[in-house]
């Protein structure tokens, strides 16, 4: 069963596994080889993984296991097949001033969105 026929939003690790056919440590070492697999996590802390992370986890164990490719072989032709590219880390002093200056603006729109007071409302009467 291929995870499409299952059309769900969400998978547990334990599902994840069942659909791969592969057990939790292999998906935990992908996860490693692999920074595009990107598991969130539920509210119970378990993992979760979304539809494109088990399809993504599908097709490496076929590069790995039909076309023998290494990890490092199976992660490029992910990231050219797939168009799949590690998001580069940004440096958290740039999201801090990226965050602040949002927050500016949003001060600005507020205060222009501001109805005027009922003091203006009656002079203008």
Request: proline share 6%; hydrophobic share 35%.
């Amino acid at each position: 069963m291929s995870p499409k026929d299952e059309k769900k939003l969400f998978y547990r690790l334990e599902e994840v596994c069942r659909l791969a056919k592969i057990d939790s440590a292999t998906v935990a070492l992908w996860e490693n080889e692999f920074p595009f697999i990107e598991p969130g996590s539920a509210g119970s802390g378990q993992k979760i993984y979304r539809l494109k992370d088990v399809e993504i986890i599908c097709r490496i164990k076929e590069l790995l296991g039909r076309e023998h490719l290494t990890l490092a072989g199976a992660r490029r032709r992910l990231e050219a097949d797939m168009d799949l590219r590690p998001v580069p880390a940004v440096h958290p002093d740039k999201i801090v001033k990226l965050l602040w200056q949002v927050r500016d603006e949003l001060q600005d729109l507020s205060q222009n969105l501001d109805p005027p007071s009922k003091k203006n409302q009656n002079s203008s009467d």
